[in-house]
Nanobody, 122 residues
């Protein structure tokens, strides 16, 4: 069982940046896929980014070039660096872990955190 705890959310103006962190109770690299997905009120979950055990990454078209997913092996931590934020990025962001296959639109991970809120104002 993997426990995941997100942090780093908050309120920013459009064009600003935030860095989300996800601390895992054990090495995340025993999980084939680590990822971030988000959910805005009244909307379906949306895959944002993933990073595989091999280090391969993928991004939703809506965030490509603005968001970067990375990990710190020594600290068992997953990150999502978000830049040039837009109001449409406003959502609850969740960190998640699971088995292959890894793909951007994946949201049905067996393990996920409680989420951290990101609010972007115009």
């Amino acid at each position: 069982q993997v426990q995941l705890v997100e942090s780093g959310g908050g309120s920013v103006q459009a064009g600003g940046s935030l860095r989300l962190s996800c601390a895992a109770s054990r090495s995340p690299f025993s999980s084939d896929c680590m990822g971030w997905f988000r959910q805005a009120p009244g909307k379906e979950r949306e895959g944002v980014a993933y990073i595989s055990r091999s280090g391969a990454t993928g991004y939703a078209n809506s965030v490509k070039g603005r968001f970067t997913v990375s990990r710190d092996n020594d600290k068992n931590t997953l990150f999502l660096q978000m830049s040039s934020l837009k109001p449409e990025d406003t959502a609850m962001y969740y960190c998640a872990a699971g088995d292959y296959p890894c793909y951007v639109s994946k949201v049905d991970y067996p393990y996920r955190g409680q989420g951290t809120q990101v609010t972007v104002s115009s």
